[in-house]
């Protein structure tokens, strides 16, 4: 392999990277959301959708510049999901089966979607250049042969500080504790005195806050929008945590970039690649749960007899 | 000979010796009891014998025939049936069904009968429904059978899960507390069924127990486990005087 | 006779009775449905649109049944169920258009669900051979994986027929190497283009009809009852010698193979197919009318496919609004079906009725 080939899979491999990282921070609002709450929050993409399009409305309305328009969204995001976590999953926290919740998110997916399609239109929305939360030229590295975007570095520099955030917070503070409380076993929880809905709530503004930052930083990188925007990345980000792991913190992010890797790479190096890359991601992670049936991180509980 | 013959039975967990060389001969028609503390082995033993859980070392046989590390399915095939300490019925079915899902491996039909309504279906099932009535009648549920099993009282439940296990036409029969969660009455009624389904069915009946008035009053043998370990093995009556186990378990 | 057996066999007689009924009803019920329906179509009282989905409203009733042979009597949640359709939608349609007029109509359409329906269930075995070791939510995601799979994998699949036979490529129908007789047959992601329209309304309901009588036989059976106490106890099935994965694996394949049977009568009612209609998409609609209709039932199955197919071409004349309002309607209708809440509500109003029912015992 020459310097030039190598240095095209480089650049493909940041780009990879670059993308897993903004999986992974989907995901931790996936991973999260599951292991306290137990539930499979499908609209969980959605939000990322409602948070970039709340910080572009502020850009072209009000004139914010961007890290207003981010920390707006962010509350904006905040708010949404713990409402939704509110009025339409709190309620069947208790149902007779775990799909009532999963139906009931599948449904407030779609009215996320037809809600800002109603506001919105189809789309596609785009972004100008000093709208984005970076902007300026890429940095140039090897004479040029490899060229780093600012999104980029952003973008790993976010993850990176977003995921010692909640190891801190997870394994440092009451509220942290009580989390993985909920998570272990919410009846138990509750009599040791912990407010599970409280947790749970503060679980769902956790996850929504990451999914705000996540369809800024998305937006930023790959200027599209569309209400169905959210839709792929919500379900990549589900695979990423399922493939690190669910409920595992590290592997959602583990299994973000990997995942994010691996749909660059297949895209990059495989016959009618883009066509097939989300096939090879899918195929990854089948083979990885065939061997590893709970992810690469997760624990696997064996029932008792 | 004996129907259930264990030898040198262990099995840790992690280090930790769940139950460590455990020996027992079980002969034909006995009823047999197993005791001890909580958290002593003895679901853990009723686990290894049924193939849930693979032993570390020892050997199982079953009327002579080498069991060990065999599936659960195929060790209920070889002749031995089960209850489980917390109740496990299939809450969604009938009672009825509930007990003709036991004769699943004893009146055979394939797929495409039962999906073409060819006669040997009906055949079958009617032989089935038949067999089932009766074993319902043994456990006093006859009149339940059209009922959800997850809708009978907890008594019952008990029962019906005794009713299943006979279904699959068992020689050795392991009952997990049997009378937990009963009254006196409902107890003492279960003893007689007990004692009515060995002799009727010519069954070796194993069961583990907390309750010591079932034990004393039906079992011929015992073995009192302690920390994995066996503590005292023989009568029932020499077993219960036995010092050591009056202090170790019954807490003297 | 004497008085014990007596008294047995009309206890069972009553529960045989009682099940004849309850597989009876659901027959009758359909077979009403399409009466009703097919009297507004004679009578012309019916709508262009509406009649446009009548056959699609098969399709997904055939879907939601077959899905709930897994969901509701295995237990297990697939999030795949369109990639079975997909593979019945594209083996049949290629199966048609391949022999295009070398046999009647009737005949090759006949044929060709059978081919939709095996390959389905063929690719479904195959499938679950490995994949139902997982369980839970990790099943859920890997079927939602696979349906993804054969969806995007069918979109670089281009295949062509000539005299010579069969022709495959994965890059473009150029590459194919056809004579100047072949027809193209499978052009990537343009799918298949006009494949013989021969689905009709009263063709996909006798295709309901198999469907239940397969599953409603099916489920009333020694293997529905192996399937069932799997879904209930797994550990109790083993325990009394029941095959569980064997079991799991027949109503996995079972139900693929409905969905390709499904999928058939899709291609050949508007005989153009691609595969982003088979997206997950439409393997979550399929669980919303197994869930909405009550998870092992499968009544409820079939008037939530009808019911929320439907809806949105009832609702059009709210346009915009339409899917908003479907929206919030699954969102309430499924709070209202099984939060703990309502239901406590629910039955709270119905005994305060005074010709309130009491609560059933047996289904």
Redesign the interface.
Known sequence: MNFSTFMSFVSYLKDGISLGAVYAIIALGYTMV?GIAKM?N?AHGDVIMVGAYISLTMMTKTGAPPVVALLVAIVGCTLLGVTIEFV?YR??R????P??V???A???S??L???A??IFGAGPESIRDEQKIISGSPVVLFNGQLAISRITILIVICIIIIMCALTWFVNRTRRGHAMLAVSEDRDAAQLMGVNVNGTISLTFAIGSALAAVAGVLLFSAYPSLTPYTGSMPG?KA??AA?FGG?GSIPGAMIGGILLGIIENLAKAYI??GS??S??IV??V??FV??IR???LFGKNIQ?K? | MAVLDINHLSISFGGLHAVDDFNVSIEKGCLYGLIGPNGAGKTTVFNLL?G?YKPTEGIIRLNGADITGK???EI??AGV??T?QNI???????V???V???F??H???S?L?????LPR?RQ??NSM??RS?EIL?VFDL??E????AG?LPYGKQRKLEIA??M??EPKLLLLDEPAAGMNPNETAELMETIRFVRDHFDLTILLIEHDMKLVSGICEELTVLNFGRVLAQGKTAAVLSDPEVITAYLGA | MNK?EE??NE??K??KN?ERLNIAITYVMVIAIYAIVQGLVTTGNISNLLKGILVPTCVYVIAAISLNLV?GFSGE?SLGHAGFMCIGAFTSGFFSKAVGDGLPDGFRFFLAIVIGALFAGIVGMLIGI??L???G??L???T???G??IK??L??VYMGLDSRGIHFS??SSMDLGLESGGKKIIEG?LGISKIPKNSTFTIGVILVLVTL??VQ??IH??????I??T???R??????????TRFKL?AFTVSAALAGMAGALYAHNIGKLNTSKFD?NMS?LV??FV??GG??NIRGSILAAIILTALPEMLRGLS??R??I???L??AM??F??????LAFRERVREKLPFGRKKK???
């Open positions: 599951y499979l499908f339409a309620p069947l208790k149902a007779s089966s799909l009532a999963l139906i009931t599948i449904g407030v779609y009215l979607q037809n809600l399609l109603k379900i589900f695979v399922v669910i016959p009618s066509q097939v989300d096939a899918f195929a992670l089948i749960l065939l049936p709970a992810g029932e007899v | 049924t849930v599936s659960t399915i209920n095939k049936a089960r489980f496990r019925l299939f809450k969604g079915l009938t009825l069904d509930n003709k899902a036991g699943h491996n009146y055979q039909y797929v009968s039962g999906i073409f309504l279906k079958m099932e429904n038949e009535m009648k006859e009149r059978a059209g009922l959800l809708n299943r296990a279904a699959t | 014990t008294y047995q206890i069972l009553k529960i009682k969901v949640l490995p994949v070791r997982l369980k939510d990790y859920a995601i890997v939602l994986a696979f993804e799979i995007n994998l979109n670089v994965t890059k992601a009588f397969i036989n099916l059976s020694r293997a529905g009852r192996a069932m106490s879904r209930d106890n550990i109790a099935a083993e325990s009394i010698g029941i095959p569980v027949m997950y979550i669980l919303v869930v909405l998870i092992g915009d609004y899917m908003l479907y929206a919030v699954l969102i499924m709070l079906n099984w939060a703990p809440a309502a015992e047996v289904e």
